[in-house]
């Protein structure tokens, strides 16, 4: 029971970790991306200087993450008078609660055996009574297993729009009710195809649980393409990543906030630190939808033909590895992906246009829509015929 | 009801798709991506922008002429003779001159003892060399290098502008000296 409960805390560390790490992470990629995608050096003015010298530590401008909570949490918490203070200062929790709750289902790695991992420690007797204290129990790295972890996602996911819906209604600002209004209407027509897409999804892999697909991505197609949900289901693929990042809400969907018609959106009249939430929940965001389309799609924390005891080669050659060198390369697997296929979206982000609304509704009902629809039909017919 | 636009975009069914031109779009960006990544990974810049005030930018007009320098006389003396013209005709009103009297020196009696160019105004279009009747401020082929979180700071005094570049202009061509026995008219 304490083994349980201290795994798990282990494991919730390690998430909140990996999502806020990877989040400032993502903001420092974000300028440096565009920076070099527009020939330009990006921000390298944060530096610290080592105590006693002159020498100052720029590290590519990677301190500016720091630099930027630090003033966001310095500056002044302008509140404006609105009717619901409540509301006003409970929607920015609304936003980012959810986005940190949705990773709880995701996981971030294959199976651990803690008695198995104290096999490197080099004094075996000092080892033994923890060894003796976990025993042979297993764990998959995982904060909270559940059966039904893909409609958690989508659960949980769709609370994160109350937050921004709240933020724009209780902040008494037309700038800020538009983008609600909008925030809310995009999410309503994206949500549905990207339900439509994973529903053809679970066909597919037969299960809602995450974990049980992730492990279904570790067989071989054809004898060489992985099993990844990218090579099953490439249009669902597309569909989810589409329908993910206008949950997001950014470019080319960041309707609800665009900076040239509405100011800053729904978080127009938030301040200080409240904004930065925003602004980290969107950051985390990225990194969730991320994780979602890894484990989906890009078969998780697998690399071809790794499985729990080693690799093990089509052509039938192995090759053993202990449990600890697994277990670290699954979590390395899974945040390298992660972080690629966050470097993607942030690579969209700078490349694409914003739609005009009216776009953004025919997209989104006239052609994703059906699509998703038909891939299901599809994807059905295919199962039901065994093909 | 659907409104006929004069600028209605000419898309044919390959741009309508979308994904197509996405794909393209994001080919570019990521082409120019990876052009520039690789040249930082070789050590070489890859971007266009100038780390300012560290870099100087490469294309500056090889006419571009941005820093002032006060020009001497033979034995080292400014050759100002503080006559005011250039800070009265200098349309940023950028140029201060305190002067000083010296009444030994009968061909130069009146100096500038403090010459002050406000960088952080001067619009760089050299009147202040056309006006000087003495060719005693010139600008040269550089640019200041001011860059401060003050603008108070951002001033270059006399003996910056007597320093900028080696004391003597080799391209200048002084004029004669009084010789030994020539004698001023006041003076006589
Ligand atoms: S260059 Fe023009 S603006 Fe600058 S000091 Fe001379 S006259 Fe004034
Ligand atoms: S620099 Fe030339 S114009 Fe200006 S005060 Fe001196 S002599 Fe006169």
Redo the contacts between chains.
């Keep these: 029971m304490i083994q349980d409960l201290l795994i798990h805390l282990v494991f919730m560390g390690y998430a909140i970790a990996f999502m806020l790490g990877l989040a400032t992470l993502f903001t420092w990629v974000e300028r440096k ?1 565009s ?7 990006g921000a ?1 003015r944060c530096y610290i200087r080592i105590p006693f010298t002159d020498i100052k530590l720029v590290a590519w401008g990677l301190f500016h993450g720091i630099a930027d909570g630090a003033k966001m949490l310095l500056k002044e918490n302008f509140t404006p008078t609105t009717y619901d203070r409540f509301c006003y200062n409970l929607a920015p929790w609304l936003a980012a609660v959810p986005v940190l709750l949705v990773f709880a289902v995701i996981p971030f790695g294959g199976t651990l055996v803690p008695g198995n991992l104290l096999d490197i420690v080099p004094f075996p007797h000092l080892a033994q009574p923890l060894k003796d204290f976990f025993g042979a129990r297993s764990y998959q790295m995982q904060v909270a297993r559940l059966d039904a972890g893909i409609l958690v996602v989508l659960a949980i996911s769709g609370v994160g729009i109350i937050g921004t819906i709240l933020a724009g209604w209780s902040s008494n600002n037309k700038f800020s009710l538009l983008g609600a209004a909008r925030a809310a209407s995009q999410m309503i027509s994206y949500e549905i195809s990207m339900g439509l897409a994973l529903i053809s999804l679970v066909v597919t892999y037969g299960t809602l649980d995450l974990n049980e697909m992730v492990r279904y991505q570790s067989g071989i197609l054809y004898g060489a393409l992985p099993t990844w949900g990218i090579f099953m289901q490439p249009l669902a693929f ?1 569909l989810f990543l589409t329908a993910a990042i206008a949950e997001n809400k950014r470019v080319p969907f960041d309707l609800p906030e665009c900076e040239s018609e509405l100011v800053a959106g729904y978080f127009t009249e938030y301040s200080a630190m409240k904004m930065g939430l925003f602004m980290l929940s969107e950051f985390i965001e990225i990194v969730v939808v991320s994780a979602l389309l890894v484990t989906l799609f890009l078969g998780g924390y697998n690399l071809p033909w790794l499985t729990d005891a080693g690799f093990a080669f089509p052509n039938g050659a192995t090759w053993a590895m202990p449990q600890p060198a697994v277990v670290l390369l699954q979590v390395l697997t899974f945040t390298v992906k992660v972080v690629l296929a966050g470097c993607f979206q942030i ?2 982000r ?3 246009p914003r739609f005009r609304y009216d776009q953004l509704m025919r ?1 989104g009902w006239k ?1 994703l829509l059906p699509l998703a629809a038909l891939n299901l039909v599809a994807t059905v017919f295919v199962r039901w015929m065994n093909l | 009801m659907n409104k006929d636009y004069w600028n209605k975009p000419a898309m044919g069914l390959w741009e309508r798709l979308y994904i197509f031109e996405v794909i393209r779009g994001l080919c570019i960006t990521g082409s120019v991506f990876f052009g520039n990544m690789w040249k930082w990974l070789t050590l070489r810049k890859g971007a266009l922008t100038a780390y300012y005030p560290e870099e100087v930018r490469s294309d500056y007009s090889p006419n571009n002429r941005g820093r002032h320098v006060l020009t001497q006389r033979e034995n080292g003396e400014v050759q100002c003779v503080s006559c005011n013209m250039c800070a009265t005709v200098c349309p940023a009103y950028c140029i201060e001159i305190l002067s000083t009297a010296n009444f030994d020196d009968v061909f130069h009696p009146k100096a500038p003892e403090r010459f002050e160019i406000d960088y952080s105004r001067c619009i760089f279009c050299g009147f202040c060399v056309e006006a000087c009747p003495e060719d005693a401020i010139r600008m040269i082929k550089d640019i200041p290098d001011f860059p401060a979180f003050d603008r108070d700071t951002m001033c270059a005094p006399l003996d910056l502008l007597l320093n900028w570049r080696p004391t003597r202009d080799p391209a200048k061509v002084y004029p004669t000296q009084p010789q030994n026995g020539e004698v001023h008219p006041w003076a006589a």
């Excluded at chain 1, 920076?35 to 050096?41: L, N, P």
Aim: glycine residues 0%; charged residues 10%.
């Design positions: 991306q920076a070099i995608m527009a020939d330009r050096i390298n597309l690579q969209i700078w490349s694409l997209f052609f």
